[in-house]
């Protein structure tokens, strides 16, 4: 949007464009997670064995929804902050590729971290991508103790942390020395 001019036009409305693009972001997830669930459900009831597979319960379920909506704030907060290079850069699709093909590798999304040498998947555990899709499946198969939930949360709540406050400032200084050019 900062190429596009359209952070121009959205600094003029009377909202907080990080709040926003998070709504919009969050919003987003949801609708996608309802289409998924839509979509699961026939083959369910299909084949309902499968289910059973999952040793499914409330707390787990309830953990899980815990774990993919920090998971999806988790997301918006890293990639924001590779966005915010864009004020300096103009362009942030280049690092933000780079990113984003790191991330599919450190979440297990191209294969699970457990397949990782023990010093990859050491350094994975100080690393927040783990939290975006490796963390939140062990929760849904139930791999992951009421202990190492907890720790895990309080660690994806102090990235999230540490990622709003390196967003606030990068935003504040981005902000600065913005230059609207061509509206």
């Avoid at 083959?43 to 929804?65: C, Y």
């Avoid at 780079?98 to 590798?105: D, G, K, M, Y």
């Avoid at 963390?135 to 709003?164: C, H, M, Q, R």
Wanted: charged share 10%; with cysteine.
């Amino acid at each position: 949007s900062i190429l596009r001019g359209q952070l121009s036009a959205d600094l003029i409305r009377p909202f907080k464009i990080p709040s926003y693009l998070l709504a919009k972001h969050l919003a987003r997830v949801l609708s996608e997670t309802i289409i998924h669930v839509l979509l699961v459900c026939p083959i369910l009831l299909m084949f309902p064995n499968l289910l059973l597979e999952f040793n499914l319960d409330v707390t787990s379920a309830i953990q899980f929804a815990i774990a993919v909506s920090l998971a999806s704030i988790l997301n918006f907060s890293i990639f924001f902050t590779i966005g915010s290079a864009a004020f300096w850069t103009k362009e942030a699709s280049g690092l933000q590729n780079v990113i984003r093909n790191s991330t599919r590798l450190f979440t297990g999304e191209l294969m699970p971290v457990d397949l990782f040498p023990a010093l990859i998947q050491k350094i994975t555990f100080f690393l927040p991508f783990q939290y975006i899709l490796y963390f939140p499946i062990k929760v849904l198969i139930s791999e992951v103790s009421s202990g190492d939930f907890y720790v895990a949360i309080l660690n994806i709540l102090i990235w999230i942390t540490s990622l709003s406050l390196v967003n606030i400032i990068l935003w504040k200084f981005g902000l600065r020395q913005y230059e609207a050019v061509g509206i």
